[in-house]
Protein backbone atom coordinates (compact mmCIF):
# COMPACT_ATOMS: atom_id res chain seq x y z
CA UNK A 1 0.00 0.00 0.00
CA UNK A 2 2.73 2.35 1.12
CA UNK A 3 4.83 1.54 -2.24
CA UNK A 4 1.50 2.28 -4.48
CA UNK A 5 1.21 5.40 -2.90
CA UNK A 6 4.59 6.31 -3.76
CA UNK A 7 4.50 5.20 -6.51
CA UNK A 8 1.70 7.43 -7.61
CA UNK A 9 3.09 10.37 -6.18
CA UNK A 10 5.80 10.07 -8.25
CA UNK A 11 3.62 10.05 -11.45
CA UNK A 12 1.93 13.00 -10.47
CA UNK A 13 5.13 15.02 -9.73
CA UNK A 14 6.22 13.76 -13.39
CA UNK A 15 2.27 14.50 -14.80
CA UNK A 16 3.09 17.84 -13.20
CA UNK A 17 5.98 18.68 -15.08
CA UNK A 18 4.56 17.49 -18.17
CA UNK A 19 1.86 20.26 -18.06
CA UNK A 20 4.43 22.85 -17.05
CA UNK A 21 6.69 21.83 -20.14
CA UNK A 22 4.25 21.03 -22.69
CA UNK A 23 2.56 24.21 -23.67
CA UNK A 24 6.33 25.56 -23.72
CA UNK A 25 7.66 22.61 -26.31
CA UNK A 26 4.40 22.66 -28.22
CA UNK A 27 4.72 27.27 -28.92
CA UNK A 28 8.38 26.08 -29.54
CA UNK A 29 7.77 23.56 -32.33
CA UNK A 30 5.16 25.59 -33.75
CA UNK A 31 8.48 27.84 -34.91
CA UNK A 32 9.31 25.09 -37.89
CA UNK A 33 5.89 24.48 -38.96
CA UNK A 34 5.47 25.82 -42.61
CA UNK A 35 1.99 26.94 -42.08
CA UNK A 36 1.08 30.65 -42.11
CA UNK A 37 -0.63 30.13 -38.58
CA UNK A 38 1.05 29.08 -35.75
CA UNK A 39 0.24 25.44 -34.67
CA UNK A 40 1.90 22.23 -34.74
CA UNK A 41 -1.45 20.66 -36.95
CA UNK A 42 -1.69 20.39 -39.25
CA UNK A 43 2.25 19.89 -39.80
CA UNK A 44 3.23 21.28 -43.01
CA UNK A 45 6.59 20.77 -43.36
CA UNK A 46 9.84 21.83 -41.69
CA UNK A 47 11.16 26.12 -42.57
CA UNK A 48 13.27 28.54 -41.11
CA UNK A 49 11.76 31.38 -42.42
CA UNK A 50 9.88 32.45 -39.55
CA UNK A 51 13.10 33.01 -37.74
CA UNK A 52 14.44 34.93 -41.22
CA UNK A 53 11.04 36.82 -40.94
CA UNK A 54 11.57 37.74 -37.21
CA UNK A 55 15.07 38.71 -38.00
CA UNK A 56 13.78 41.09 -40.64
CA UNK A 57 11.20 42.98 -38.21
CA UNK A 58 12.69 46.36 -37.28
CA UNK A 59 9.84 46.67 -34.77
CA UNK A 60 10.96 43.60 -33.00
CA UNK A 61 14.90 44.87 -32.80
CA UNK A 62 13.21 48.31 -31.47
CA UNK A 63 11.41 46.26 -28.58
CA UNK A 64 14.50 44.62 -27.63
CA UNK A 65 16.92 47.03 -27.56
CA UNK A 66 13.50 48.87 -25.70
CA UNK A 67 13.31 46.28 -22.95
CA UNK A 68 17.35 45.69 -22.50
CA UNK A 69 17.11 49.85 -21.69
CA UNK A 70 14.12 49.61 -19.43
CA UNK A 71 15.40 46.46 -17.34
CA UNK A 72 18.99 47.54 -16.78
CA UNK A 73 17.80 51.29 -15.56
CA UNK A 74 15.19 48.95 -13.48
CA UNK A 75 17.60 46.64 -12.08
CA UNK A 76 20.06 49.52 -11.24
CA UNK A 77 17.61 51.64 -9.52
CA UNK A 78 15.67 49.23 -7.74
CA UNK A 79 19.17 47.69 -6.18
CA UNK A 80 19.62 51.18 -5.10
CA UNK A 81 16.71 51.60 -3.24
CA UNK A 82 15.82 48.05 -2.20
CA UNK A 83 19.27 48.03 -0.68
CA UNK A 84 19.00 51.31 1.01
CA UNK A 85 15.53 50.31 2.53
CA UNK A 86 16.76 47.34 3.58
CA UNK A 87 19.19 48.39 5.49
CA UNK A 88 16.97 51.23 6.71
CA UNK A 89 14.72 49.07 7.98
CA UNK A 90 16.94 46.70 9.73
CA UNK A 91 18.16 49.72 12.33
CA UNK A 92 14.64 50.49 13.13
CA UNK A 93 11.96 49.64 15.14
CA UNK A 94 8.59 49.59 16.85
CA UNK A 95 5.46 50.87 15.18
CA UNK A 96 7.52 52.88 12.66
CA UNK A 97 9.09 49.79 11.39
CA UNK A 98 5.41 48.22 11.24
CA UNK A 99 4.28 51.01 9.09
CA UNK A 100 7.30 51.59 6.85
CA UNK A 101 7.66 47.64 6.32
CA UNK A 102 3.91 47.03 5.37
CA UNK A 103 3.79 49.93 3.21
CA UNK A 104 6.69 48.17 1.45
CA UNK A 105 5.22 44.92 1.03
CA UNK A 106 1.92 46.52 -0.17
CA UNK A 107 3.19 47.75 -2.93
CA UNK A 108 4.08 43.97 -4.70
CA UNK A 109 0.55 43.44 -4.67
CA UNK A 110 -1.02 46.50 -5.82
CA UNK A 111 -2.61 45.28 -9.34
CA UNK A 112 -0.20 46.59 -12.31
CA UNK A 113 -2.53 48.50 -13.54
CA UNK A 114 -3.12 50.87 -10.59
CA UNK A 115 -0.10 51.28 -10.44
CA UNK A 116 0.38 51.70 -14.04
CA UNK A 117 -2.07 54.40 -13.96
CA UNK A 118 -1.56 56.13 -10.75
CA UNK A 119 2.52 56.95 -11.96
CA UNK A 120 0.95 58.17 -15.31
CA UNK A 121 -1.42 60.65 -13.62
CA UNK A 122 1.12 62.02 -11.12
CA UNK A 123 3.93 63.07 -13.85
CA UNK A 124 1.61 63.69 -16.33
CA UNK A 125 0.25 66.49 -13.72
CA UNK A 126 3.84 67.79 -13.25
CA UNK A 127 4.22 67.93 -16.55
CA UNK A 128 6.58 64.74 -17.32
CA UNK A 129 4.95 63.15 -20.60
CA UNK A 130 4.06 59.42 -20.84
CA UNK A 131 7.08 57.34 -22.01
CA UNK A 132 9.45 54.44 -20.94
CA UNK A 133 10.78 56.70 -18.35
CA UNK A 134 7.19 56.24 -16.70
CA UNK A 135 7.30 52.65 -17.09
CA UNK A 136 11.05 52.71 -15.37
CA UNK A 137 9.68 54.46 -12.44
CA UNK A 138 6.35 52.13 -12.31
CA UNK A 139 8.22 49.18 -12.00
CA UNK A 140 10.61 50.26 -9.70
CA UNK A 141 7.97 51.27 -7.29
CA UNK A 142 7.11 47.39 -7.08
CA UNK A 143 10.45 45.35 -7.67
CA UNK A 144 12.68 47.63 -5.03
CA UNK A 145 10.26 45.83 -2.70
CA UNK A 146 11.54 42.52 -3.85
CA UNK A 147 15.12 43.66 -3.79
CA UNK A 148 14.76 44.95 -0.61
CA UNK A 149 13.28 41.42 1.15
CA UNK A 150 16.43 39.60 -0.36
CA UNK A 151 18.74 42.20 1.04
CA UNK A 152 16.73 42.44 4.03
CA UNK A 153 16.88 38.17 4.58
CA UNK A 154 20.89 38.42 4.24
CA UNK A 155 21.21 41.28 6.99
CA UNK A 156 19.84 38.67 9.39
CA UNK A 157 23.46 36.45 9.30
CA UNK A 158 25.81 40.21 9.32
CA UNK A 159 27.59 40.80 12.52
CA UNK A 160 27.40 44.04 13.46
CA UNK A 161 30.32 43.93 15.56
CA UNK A 162 32.73 43.67 12.58
CA UNK A 163 31.44 47.24 11.64
CA UNK A 164 32.23 48.31 15.38
CA UNK A 165 35.67 46.95 15.20
CA UNK A 166 36.31 48.48 12.06
CA UNK A 167 34.98 51.87 13.53
CA UNK A 168 37.63 51.12 16.85
CA UNK A 169 40.69 50.91 14.38
CA UNK A 170 39.88 54.35 12.60
CA UNK A 171 37.72 53.45 9.35
CA UNK A 172 35.84 55.83 7.45
CA UNK A 173 31.74 55.62 7.85
CA UNK A 174 32.21 55.03 3.57
CA UNK A 175 34.81 52.55 4.40
CA UNK A 176 32.17 50.67 6.85
CA UNK A 177 29.80 51.08 4.37
CA UNK A 178 32.00 49.72 1.22
CA UNK A 179 34.40 47.41 2.90
CA UNK A 180 32.49 45.80 5.27
CA UNK A 181 28.68 46.07 4.69
CA UNK A 182 28.38 45.98 1.27
CA UNK A 183 30.82 42.77 0.60
CA UNK A 184 28.52 41.17 2.69
CA UNK A 185 25.30 41.96 1.25
CA UNK A 186 26.66 41.28 -2.22
CA UNK A 187 25.30 37.68 -3.04
CA UNK A 188 21.51 39.30 -1.81
CA UNK A 189 21.99 42.80 -4.30
CA UNK A 190 23.13 39.91 -7.02
CA UNK A 191 20.28 38.15 -6.54
CA UNK A 192 18.05 41.07 -6.47
CA UNK A 193 19.33 42.51 -9.34
CA UNK A 194 18.89 39.22 -11.70
CA UNK A 195 15.00 38.96 -10.02
CA UNK A 196 14.57 42.63 -10.85
CA UNK A 197 15.95 42.66 -14.62
CA UNK A 198 13.51 39.32 -15.38
CA UNK A 199 10.70 40.94 -13.47
CA UNK A 200 11.38 43.97 -15.29
CA UNK A 201 11.34 41.86 -18.76
CA UNK A 202 8.01 40.22 -17.90
CA UNK A 203 6.62 43.65 -16.70
CA UNK A 204 3.00 44.28 -18.95
CA UNK A 205 0.53 46.28 -16.89
CA UNK A 206 2.26 48.97 -15.67
CA UNK A 207 4.24 49.07 -19.02
CA UNK A 208 1.22 49.22 -21.29
CA UNK A 209 -0.19 52.23 -18.77
CA UNK A 210 2.76 54.14 -18.66
CA UNK A 211 4.78 53.74 -22.43
CA UNK A 212 3.50 56.34 -24.77
CA UNK A 213 4.05 55.32 -27.84
CA UNK A 214 7.33 52.99 -27.51
CA UNK A 215 7.16 49.38 -27.45
CA UNK A 216 8.87 46.99 -24.80
CA UNK A 217 8.96 42.84 -25.76
CA UNK A 218 6.17 42.05 -24.25
CA UNK A 219 3.73 44.57 -25.43
CA UNK A 220 5.03 43.68 -28.92
CA UNK A 221 4.40 40.11 -28.47
CA UNK A 222 1.15 41.45 -27.08
CA UNK A 223 -0.14 42.83 -30.18
CA UNK A 224 1.28 40.31 -32.59
CA UNK A 225 -1.21 38.05 -30.72
CA UNK A 226 -4.26 40.39 -30.68
CA UNK A 227 -3.48 41.36 -34.63
CA UNK A 228 -2.12 39.36 -37.27
CA UNK A 229 0.00 36.89 -35.84
CA UNK A 230 2.69 34.35 -38.11
CA UNK A 231 4.68 32.10 -36.14
CA UNK A 232 7.76 34.53 -35.77
CA UNK A 233 6.45 34.97 -32.57
CA UNK A 234 7.15 31.57 -32.25
CA UNK A 235 10.63 31.89 -33.62
CA UNK A 236 11.02 34.68 -30.79
CA UNK A 237 9.55 32.51 -28.05
CA UNK A 238 12.24 29.81 -28.75
CA UNK A 239 15.10 31.42 -28.70
CA UNK A 240 13.65 33.03 -25.41
CA UNK A 241 12.63 29.38 -23.83
CA UNK A 242 16.70 28.42 -25.34
CA UNK A 243 18.46 31.80 -23.42
CA UNK A 244 16.40 30.43 -20.30
CA UNK A 245 17.59 27.18 -20.85
CA UNK A 246 21.09 27.81 -20.58
CA UNK A 247 21.18 30.26 -18.06
CA UNK A 248 19.04 27.62 -15.79
CA UNK A 249 21.53 24.58 -17.06
CA UNK A 250 24.60 26.87 -16.48
CA UNK A 251 23.38 27.77 -13.01
CA UNK A 252 22.37 23.91 -11.94
CA UNK A 253 26.10 22.96 -12.77
CA UNK A 254 27.91 25.67 -11.03
CA UNK A 255 25.70 24.53 -8.21
CA UNK A 256 27.04 20.62 -8.91
CA UNK A 257 30.70 21.75 -9.09
CA UNK A 258 30.46 23.85 -5.88
CA UNK A 259 28.92 20.74 -4.17
CA UNK A 260 31.18 18.69 -5.61
CA UNK A 261 34.68 20.98 -4.70
CA UNK A 262 32.88 20.81 -0.88
CA UNK A 263 32.72 17.22 -0.88
CA UNK A 264 36.52 16.80 -1.96
CA UNK A 265 37.59 19.56 0.49
CA UNK A 266 35.34 16.96 3.35
CA UNK A 267 36.85 14.34 2.27
CA UNK A 268 40.52 15.71 3.07
CA UNK A 269 39.68 16.66 6.13
CA UNK A 270 38.25 13.36 7.00
CA UNK A 271 41.96 11.93 5.86
CA UNK B 1 18.47 55.63 13.37
CA UNK B 2 20.36 56.57 16.06
CA UNK B 3 22.66 53.67 15.45
CA UNK B 4 23.00 54.31 11.79
CA UNK B 5 24.46 57.40 12.17
CA UNK B 6 26.93 55.93 14.54
CA UNK B 7 27.67 53.43 11.70
CA UNK B 8 27.36 55.11 8.64
CA UNK B 9 27.71 58.55 9.18
CA UNK B 10 25.24 61.47 8.65
CA UNK B 11 26.01 62.02 4.79
CA UNK B 12 25.41 58.31 4.36
CA UNK B 13 22.31 58.04 6.39
CA UNK B 14 20.86 61.30 5.09
CA UNK B 15 21.28 59.28 1.58
CA UNK B 16 19.87 56.48 2.41
CA UNK B 17 16.69 58.23 4.01
CA UNK B 18 15.57 60.16 1.00
CA UNK B 19 15.90 57.50 -1.47
CA UNK B 20 13.19 55.48 0.90
CA UNK B 21 11.05 58.78 0.69
CA UNK B 22 11.97 59.22 -2.83
CA UNK B 23 10.61 55.60 -3.45
CA UNK B 24 7.82 55.88 -0.90
CA UNK B 25 6.41 59.06 -1.54
CA UNK B 26 7.08 59.18 -4.91
CA UNK B 27 6.95 56.20 -6.63
CA UNK B 28 3.20 55.27 -3.85
CA UNK B 29 1.99 57.70 -1.87
CA UNK B 30 1.60 60.51 -4.15
CA UNK B 31 0.75 58.63 -7.15
CA UNK B 32 -2.06 56.75 -5.24
CA UNK B 33 -3.47 60.13 -4.22
CA UNK B 34 -2.93 61.40 -7.71
CA UNK B 35 -5.18 59.01 -8.51
CA UNK B 36 -7.77 58.80 -5.68
CA UNK B 37 -8.17 63.03 -6.11
CA UNK B 38 -8.29 62.07 -9.72
CA UNK B 39 -11.22 59.73 -9.36
CA UNK B 40 -13.37 62.31 -8.25
CA UNK B 41 -13.13 64.74 -11.42
CA UNK B 42 -15.23 64.89 -14.61
CA UNK B 43 -13.47 64.32 -17.60
CA UNK B 44 -13.27 67.69 -19.28
CA UNK B 45 -11.57 68.92 -22.66
CA UNK B 46 -8.30 70.97 -21.68
CA UNK B 47 -9.55 74.28 -21.25
CA UNK B 48 -12.17 74.06 -19.24
CA UNK B 49 -9.69 72.14 -16.80
CA UNK B 50 -10.15 74.43 -13.61
CA UNK B 51 -13.12 76.02 -14.81
CA UNK B 52 -16.32 76.08 -13.09
CA UNK B 53 -17.42 72.32 -14.21
CA UNK B 54 -13.92 71.00 -12.89
CA UNK B 55 -15.69 70.24 -9.51
CA UNK B 56 -15.70 67.23 -7.01
CA UNK B 57 -17.86 64.47 -7.62
CA UNK B 58 -19.01 60.67 -7.12
CA UNK B 59 -20.41 60.53 -10.98
CA UNK B 60 -17.23 58.40 -11.98
CA UNK B 61 -17.84 55.75 -9.90
CA UNK B 62 -21.37 55.69 -10.32
CA UNK B 63 -20.46 54.93 -13.45
CA UNK B 64 -20.90 50.97 -12.68
CA UNK B 65 -24.06 50.96 -12.47
CA UNK B 66 -24.89 51.94 -16.10
CA UNK B 67 -26.44 49.37 -18.38
CA UNK B 68 -27.81 46.70 -16.91
CA UNK B 69 -27.99 42.60 -18.59
CA UNK B 70 -29.77 40.08 -17.53
CA UNK B 71 -27.76 37.64 -15.32
CA UNK B 72 -28.57 34.04 -13.98
CA UNK B 73 -27.41 33.17 -10.70
CA UNK B 74 -28.72 29.92 -8.98
CA UNK B 75 -31.33 29.95 -11.53
CA UNK B 76 -32.76 32.87 -10.67
CA UNK B 77 -32.61 36.13 -13.26
CA UNK B 78 -30.98 39.02 -12.30
CA UNK B 79 -31.13 42.49 -14.03
CA UNK B 80 -27.47 43.35 -13.37
CA UNK B 81 -25.18 46.33 -14.03
CA UNK B 82 -22.93 45.25 -16.57
CA UNK B 83 -19.40 46.75 -14.98
CA UNK B 84 -20.46 45.11 -11.54
CA UNK B 85 -21.31 42.15 -13.45
CA UNK B 86 -17.73 42.10 -14.85
CA UNK B 87 -16.56 42.97 -11.32
CA UNK B 88 -17.81 40.16 -9.31
CA UNK B 89 -17.18 37.72 -12.13
CA UNK B 90 -13.66 38.70 -11.92
CA UNK B 91 -12.93 38.37 -8.07
CA UNK B 92 -15.04 34.97 -8.77
CA UNK B 93 -13.11 33.65 -11.18
CA UNK B 94 -10.05 34.84 -9.31
CA UNK B 95 -11.40 32.73 -6.38
CA UNK B 96 -11.85 29.36 -7.92
CA UNK B 97 -8.50 29.40 -9.88
CA UNK B 98 -6.86 30.01 -6.81
CA UNK B 99 -8.78 27.52 -5.35
CA UNK B 100 -7.69 25.08 -8.37
CA UNK B 101 -3.92 26.32 -7.87
CA UNK B 102 -3.86 25.57 -4.25
CA UNK B 103 -5.73 22.00 -5.01
CA UNK B 104 -3.13 21.06 -7.65
CA UNK B 105 0.20 22.29 -6.29
CA UNK B 106 -0.32 21.05 -2.18
CA UNK B 107 0.86 17.61 -3.38
CA UNK B 108 3.42 18.72 -5.57
CA UNK B 109 5.20 20.68 -1.89
CA UNK B 110 4.27 18.26 -0.15
CA UNK B 111 6.05 15.76 -2.27
CA UNK B 112 9.19 18.11 -3.39
CA UNK B 113 9.52 18.52 0.58
CA UNK B 114 8.83 15.00 2.32
CA UNK B 115 8.91 12.46 -0.69
CA UNK B 116 11.37 12.77 -3.14
CA UNK B 117 15.22 11.99 -3.12
CA UNK B 118 16.63 15.00 -1.58
CA UNK B 119 19.56 14.59 -3.92
CA UNK B 120 17.31 15.05 -7.06
CA UNK B 121 14.94 18.31 -5.15
CA UNK B 122 17.12 21.15 -6.35
CA UNK B 123 16.87 19.67 -10.17
CA UNK B 124 13.31 19.43 -9.90
CA UNK B 125 13.11 22.80 -8.58
CA UNK B 126 14.94 23.90 -11.78
CA UNK B 127 12.82 21.97 -14.04
CA UNK B 128 10.02 23.92 -12.32
CA UNK B 129 11.68 27.49 -12.38
CA UNK B 130 11.89 27.03 -15.91
CA UNK B 131 8.13 28.00 -17.28
CA UNK B 132 8.64 30.93 -14.63
CA UNK B 133 11.25 32.68 -16.23
CA UNK B 134 9.35 32.14 -19.66
CA UNK B 135 7.48 35.51 -20.11
CA UNK B 136 3.66 35.61 -19.38
CA UNK B 137 2.31 36.59 -22.59
CA UNK B 138 4.23 33.80 -23.67
CA UNK B 139 2.81 31.37 -21.51
CA UNK B 140 -1.12 32.87 -22.31
CA UNK B 141 -0.03 32.31 -26.15
CA UNK B 142 1.03 28.71 -25.63
CA UNK B 143 -2.31 28.11 -24.16
CA UNK B 144 -3.51 30.19 -27.15
CA UNK B 145 -1.99 27.32 -29.25
CA UNK B 146 -2.74 24.58 -27.60
CA UNK B 147 -6.93 25.52 -27.07
CA UNK B 148 -7.35 27.07 -30.60
CA UNK B 149 -10.59 24.76 -32.24
CA UNK B 150 -8.23 23.53 -35.08
CA UNK B 151 -5.33 22.82 -32.58
CA UNK B 152 -3.06 20.51 -30.49
CA UNK B 153 -5.26 19.63 -28.30
CA UNK B 154 -8.65 19.05 -29.95
CA UNK B 155 -6.30 16.70 -32.61
CA UNK B 156 -4.89 14.78 -29.96
CA UNK B 157 -8.41 14.04 -28.36
CA UNK B 158 -9.92 13.32 -31.72
CA UNK B 159 -7.52 10.60 -32.81
CA UNK B 160 -7.46 8.85 -29.37
CA UNK B 161 -11.60 9.09 -30.11
CA UNK B 162 -12.36 11.13 -26.96
CA UNK B 163 -14.65 13.46 -28.71
CA UNK B 164 -16.34 12.91 -31.84
CA UNK B 165 -16.33 16.65 -33.32
CA UNK B 166 -14.08 19.36 -32.26
CA UNK B 167 -14.45 21.19 -28.82
CA UNK B 168 -14.67 24.78 -28.59
CA UNK B 169 -12.48 25.47 -25.78
CA UNK B 170 -11.74 29.49 -25.79
CA UNK B 171 -15.47 30.11 -24.84
CA UNK B 172 -17.18 32.19 -21.92
CA UNK B 173 -14.27 32.22 -18.86
CA UNK B 174 -13.18 28.78 -20.02
CA UNK B 175 -9.42 29.44 -21.63
CA UNK B 176 -8.99 32.55 -19.00
CA UNK B 177 -9.36 30.02 -16.28
CA UNK B 178 -7.03 27.86 -17.83
CA UNK B 179 -4.38 30.23 -18.46
CA UNK B 180 -4.41 32.02 -14.88
CA UNK B 181 -4.32 28.42 -13.07
CA UNK B 182 -0.74 27.35 -15.03
CA UNK B 183 0.95 31.30 -15.24
CA UNK B 184 0.37 31.58 -11.51
CA UNK B 185 0.54 28.06 -10.03
CA UNK B 186 4.08 28.44 -9.23
CA UNK B 187 3.37 31.47 -6.95
CA UNK B 188 1.32 28.67 -4.85
CA UNK B 189 3.67 26.03 -4.69
CA UNK B 190 7.30 27.76 -3.34
CA UNK B 191 5.44 28.96 -0.24
CA UNK B 192 3.83 26.07 0.19
CA UNK B 193 7.12 23.95 -0.16
CA UNK B 194 8.74 26.48 1.53
CA UNK B 195 6.61 26.19 4.64
CA UNK B 196 6.44 22.16 4.29
CA UNK B 197 10.33 21.95 4.06
CA UNK B 198 10.64 23.71 7.57
CA UNK B 199 7.84 20.78 9.50
CA UNK B 200 10.03 18.34 11.59
CA UNK B 201 9.49 15.05 9.59
CA UNK B 202 9.89 13.31 12.74
CA UNK B 203 6.00 14.97 13.68
CA UNK B 204 5.26 13.15 10.66
CA UNK B 205 6.24 9.76 11.77
CA UNK B 206 5.14 9.86 15.01
CA UNK B 207 1.49 10.69 14.10
CA UNK B 208 1.80 7.37 11.80
CA UNK B 209 3.36 5.60 14.46
CA UNK B 210 0.52 6.38 16.36
CA UNK B 211 -1.72 5.30 13.96
CA UNK B 212 -3.35 8.39 12.44
CA UNK B 213 -4.37 8.04 8.71
CA UNK B 214 -2.93 9.43 5.95
CA UNK B 215 -6.00 12.44 6.12
CA UNK B 216 -5.90 13.05 9.55
CA UNK B 217 -2.01 13.76 9.42
CA UNK B 218 -2.22 16.22 6.41
CA UNK B 219 -5.46 17.86 8.44
CA UNK B 220 -4.08 18.15 11.74
CA UNK B 221 0.20 18.29 11.25
CA UNK B 222 0.76 19.51 7.56
CA UNK B 223 -1.93 21.66 6.56
CA UNK B 224 -1.84 23.32 10.12
CA UNK B 225 1.88 23.93 9.93
CA UNK B 226 1.76 25.43 6.35
CA UNK B 227 -1.00 28.03 6.84
CA UNK B 228 1.58 30.79 6.52
CA UNK B 229 3.08 29.27 3.36
CA UNK B 230 -0.49 28.60 1.76
CA UNK B 231 -2.02 32.15 2.78
CA UNK B 232 1.30 33.55 1.19
CA UNK B 233 0.25 31.77 -1.70
CA UNK B 234 -3.28 32.45 -2.31
CA UNK B 235 -2.97 36.05 -1.80
CA UNK B 236 -0.01 36.24 -4.69
CA UNK B 237 -2.32 33.97 -7.06
CA UNK B 238 -5.47 35.78 -5.83
CA UNK B 239 -4.16 39.43 -6.32
CA UNK B 240 -2.45 38.29 -9.70
CA UNK B 241 -5.34 36.67 -11.05
CA UNK B 242 -7.52 39.89 -10.70
CA UNK B 243 -4.83 42.23 -11.73
CA UNK B 244 -3.77 40.74 -15.01
CA UNK B 245 -4.18 42.24 -18.33
CA UNK B 246 -2.68 39.69 -20.69
CA UNK B 247 -3.98 36.36 -19.87
CA UNK B 248 -7.93 37.86 -20.08
CA UNK B 249 -6.68 39.66 -23.28
CA UNK B 250 -4.99 36.76 -25.00
CA UNK B 251 -7.45 34.07 -23.75
CA UNK B 252 -10.72 35.91 -23.33
CA UNK B 253 -13.75 35.00 -25.79
CA UNK B 254 -16.35 37.40 -27.00
CA UNK B 255 -18.30 37.13 -23.98
CA UNK B 256 -15.82 37.02 -21.29
CA UNK B 257 -14.68 40.27 -20.10
CA UNK B 258 -11.80 41.31 -17.03
CA UNK B 259 -12.15 43.99 -14.60
CA UNK B 260 -9.47 45.20 -15.74
CA UNK B 261 -10.13 45.14 -19.25
CA UNK B 262 -12.59 47.94 -18.68
CA UNK B 263 -10.30 49.97 -16.84
CA UNK B 264 -7.67 49.79 -19.77
CA UNK B 265 -11.41 50.42 -22.32
CA UNK B 266 -11.90 53.75 -20.20
CA UNK B 267 -8.30 54.62 -19.93
CA UNK B 268 -7.11 53.67 -23.68
CA UNK B 269 -10.17 53.52 -25.38
CA UNK B 270 -12.11 56.18 -23.82
CA UNK B 271 -9.29 58.34 -22.87
CA UNK B 272 -11.15 59.09 -20.32
CA UNK B 273 -8.33 58.61 -17.19
CA UNK B 274 -10.88 60.15 -14.46
CA UNK B 275 -13.16 57.44 -14.86
CA UNK B 276 -10.58 54.61 -15.26
CA UNK B 277 -8.89 56.01 -12.16
CA UNK B 278 -12.32 55.52 -10.13
CA UNK B 279 -12.48 52.15 -11.88
CA UNK B 280 -8.36 51.24 -10.96
CA UNK B 281 -9.53 52.67 -6.92
CA UNK B 282 -12.40 50.31 -6.80
CA UNK B 283 -10.18 47.19 -7.91
CA UNK B 284 -7.33 48.34 -5.42
CA UNK B 285 -9.80 49.06 -2.85
CA UNK B 286 -11.84 45.97 -2.93
CA UNK B 287 -8.86 43.33 -3.74
CA UNK B 288 -7.49 44.70 -0.44
CA UNK B 289 -10.47 44.37 1.67
CA UNK B 290 -11.51 41.00 0.56
CA UNK B 291 -7.53 39.88 0.78
CA UNK B 292 -7.66 41.42 4.50
CA UNK B 293 -10.76 39.79 5.17
CA UNK B 294 -9.38 36.35 4.60
CA UNK B 295 -6.29 37.01 6.02
CA UNK B 296 -8.12 38.07 8.94
CA UNK B 297 -10.22 34.76 8.68
CA UNK B 298 -7.26 32.44 8.68
CA UNK B 299 -5.41 34.32 11.32
CA UNK B 300 -2.34 35.57 9.05
CA UNK B 301 -0.38 39.05 9.15
CA UNK B 302 1.29 40.62 6.24
CA UNK B 303 4.50 40.08 7.74
CA UNK B 304 3.88 36.30 7.34
CA UNK B 305 2.83 36.56 3.73
CA UNK B 306 6.35 38.59 3.00
CA UNK B 307 8.68 35.63 3.87
Known amino acids: MHKLRTTLSHLYMGAFLIYLIIPLVIMAGAAFNDSKLPSIVPWRGWTLRWFHDLFQDERMWTALFNTMVVALAVAVISIIIGTASAILINSISGRIRTVIYGLMISTILIPGAVIGISTLLMWNKIGVPPGLHLSVLGQVSYIAAMVMLLVLARLQTFDGALEEAALDLGASHGQVMRRILLPHLYPAIGAGGAVAFFQSIEN ?9 GADTLTVYVFSRVRSGITPTINALALIMITITLMAAVWYELSRRRKERIMLAGMSRDED | MQDLIRRYGAGLTGLMVLLVAFWLLMLVIIPNITLFESSFRPYLPVVEMGGPRDVYSVNNYMKVFDGSVETTILGMTFMVPVHIRTFFLTI ?42 VSEVLRAFAWWIILALKGPLNSLLLSLSLIDKPVRWITDYDAVLIGLVYTYILFMLFPIYNAISSLDTNQIEAAEDLGASRWRIHWRIVLPHSKPGIASGAVMVFMLSAGSLLVPSILGSTTSQWFTQTIQQWMNDALDWNTASAYAFLLLFLCTAFVSLVMWIFRVKLSDIAK
Not at chain 2, 95 to 110: D, G, Q
Open chain 1, 204 to 212: FNVTQFTRG
Open chain 2, 92 to 133: WYSVTVTLACFVLAYPIAFYLAKIANPKSVPTLLLLLFVPLW
